[in-house]
Structures are given as structure tokens and as C-alpha cells.
């Protein structure tokens, strides 16, 4: 599809583009979202600069994609429980997502996409990476691809979150999913499995599956499907969760970094 409205720089051949032409806290027109949509569809995770949107301009950019998922892992604001604060400074002893993975996987249906608005940033550092599942399925041999058909894969909250809950009550969501994915609207087969979420391939022996996951893991980080954004105050990335992982890179302690996300649901259960 051409692009009428918005002006699409794309960042690499596999993955990325950085969108200009479109001021994210103004009410988004039919038209804006349907090109914001094929944009996200072509390039899987998309960047704004400059942008300058306050809670609830946040949770209605969010809406206009889809349902806003309240997150199974971790407390949103207490005004806001869509919205979820990333933040990281001189006394953090942990960062959220700095290690490979897709959001919520564990979920029974992981989310649609988020959309991560960064209003402070250290001087150096903080780049978060995507990469593309696309990118990485389609680099399979057939050979392996045929090995994957067909195979699920267990997804487990649990060892994630648990460490970072104060509710020994709590209970975290574990669900499988296809190891490879069709998504619902490019149709293009993706890699459905990352080192966060990701326990073990259903059916096999537990050093089988680990060896299987960990040549996939292997692959899928290969810098040839990667995007790396480096942030600005007021800059947005907002990614599909159904084809992509990604990791924050936590170089800047103890500078700090902080933000926002909403997350946005998906309807059907991967297929
Ligand atoms: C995340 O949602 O995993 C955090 C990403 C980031 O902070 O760059």
C-alpha cells in the first residue's frame, strides 16, 4: 500500500520504520489509523519522535489498535491499571524486559502489540532491541521448518514474575502455544517461542526440548533481524507482539529512564 498521510522511514531491510507526519496526542482520523495499521503490518514495530501525550492520551492512542489488556504480571497505575510505569533509576535492582522475549506469552492469548512513550532518557545507553520473527522463521531450512510444524510449546508466567510479586497468593497464567505462528493479518509464519516466557516443547524429553530452544533462541538473535532505537525524551515505540521480540538494555545505571506502556489485547488465541 502507498502511504498518502504518514512518511515512512524505514530502519532496516527486515524490521523497523521510524513514522513522521502525525502527532500521536491529536484524536487520529480513520485514515491515520488505517495507514498506522499497515505500517505496523509492514514493519512490525514503528517509532515516533517528539511526541507529547499524557495519560489518558496514551490510553486512547492504545484504543484506537484495540481493547486495552490490564497486565497479568505487574500492577498498572493505581488511576490508570492499563497503563504500566517503565522506569529505571539509582536504586533499581532490576529493569523490566532485559532479556529476549514477547510480551505476556504466558498469557492464553498473548496481547496484539504495546506502545512504550519515554519522557526521560539517559544521556548514553537504554536502546531498547527488536527483532523479527518473520526474519528469523523465513531464514529456517525447510528441513527444520517441516521439524517444527505442527509442535507447541508451554509458556509460563510463574519463574518470571514471582520474584518480583510481594502476593505469595498470586497466580500466574501458563498456557502453549504453536512454536511457529501464523499472524491473523499479514499471514506470514513467525517464531512463537522466547527465553522469557518459554519452558519447554510439548511432547519431547526435557534435554531435547531445551536443545531445540536453545539452537531457536540461537538463531532468532542473530543481529541480521534486529532494529536497535535509540531513544529521545518523547519518543514512542509501538511493536507487535505477535511477530517480534524484544530487550531493553540496561547500560545507563544509575541514570534514569522512565515511561509508560499500554498494552493492547489480541482476540484469538495463536494459530
Ligand atoms: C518492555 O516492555 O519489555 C520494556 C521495553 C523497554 O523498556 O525498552
Redesign the pocket.
Known sequence: MDYEILEIKPMTANIGAEIFGVDLSEPLTDPVIAELRQAITDYQVIFFRDQHIDHDGHKTLGKAFGELAIHSGVAGLADHPEIVA?HADANSKF???DNW?S?LTCNEIPPMG?I?YLHTVPEVGGD?LFASMYAAYDALSDRMKAYLDGLYAVHDGEHVYRPITNDPDKKFPCNEHPVVRTHPVSGKKGIFVNPSYTTKIVGMRKDESDGILQMLYKHCSNPNFQVRFRWQPNSI?FWDNRCTW?L?VWDYFPQTRSGF?VTIAEDKRPA
Open positions: 517503565i529493569i523490566a524486559g522475549h510480551d504495546s512504550l531498547t515505540a524484544h531493553a506502556r
